[in-house]
């Protein structure tokens, strides 16, 4: 079992940055891939970013690409989202999100979720 915690959602001006954090706790020797999903009310949630654990090999979705960096750090068992240059678009319900076994965590049932985090941009 895997409990995942996100921080630093918050409201931003558009072209600002933030960056969350997703803690995880547990079995966390177990993870394999680490990513992120936003959602807004009306539209299906959509892949961000992911990254694989033991490589730190990232994958990301075309719309932040250049934009978000997904990094980790295994000491800390914590994930994080660096987003710059923010637009309005971006505005969204930030989950993280884990797995436990080999696969694409975009597609694939994902056993593991964090609360989710707002994140507001101005414009």
């Known amino acids: 079992q895997v409990q995942l915690v996100e921080s630093g959602g918050g409201l931003v001006q558009a072209g600002g940055s933030l960056r969350l954090s997703c803690a995880a706790s547990?079995?966390?020797?177990?993870?394999?891939?680490m990513g992120w999903f936003r959602q807004v009310p009306g539209k299906e949630r959509e892949f961000v970013a992911a990254?694989?654990?033991?490589?730190?090999?990232?994958d990301y979705a075309d719309s932040v690409k250049g934009r978000f960096t997904i990094s980790r750090d295994n000491a800390k068992n914590t994930a994080y989202l660096q987003m710059n240059s923010l637009k309005a678009e971006d505005t969204a319900v930030y989950s993280c999100?884990?797995?436990?076994?080999?696969?694409?965590?975009?597609?694939?049932?994902?056993?593991?979720w964090g609360q989710g985090t707002q994140v507001t941009v101005s414009s």
């Open positions: 990254i694989r654990w033991s490589s730190g090999y990232t």
């Open positions: 999100a884990g797995s436990n076994v080999p696969g694409n965590i975009a597609t694939m049932k994902i056993p593991y």
């Open positions: 547990g079995r966390t020797f177990s993870i394999y891939d």
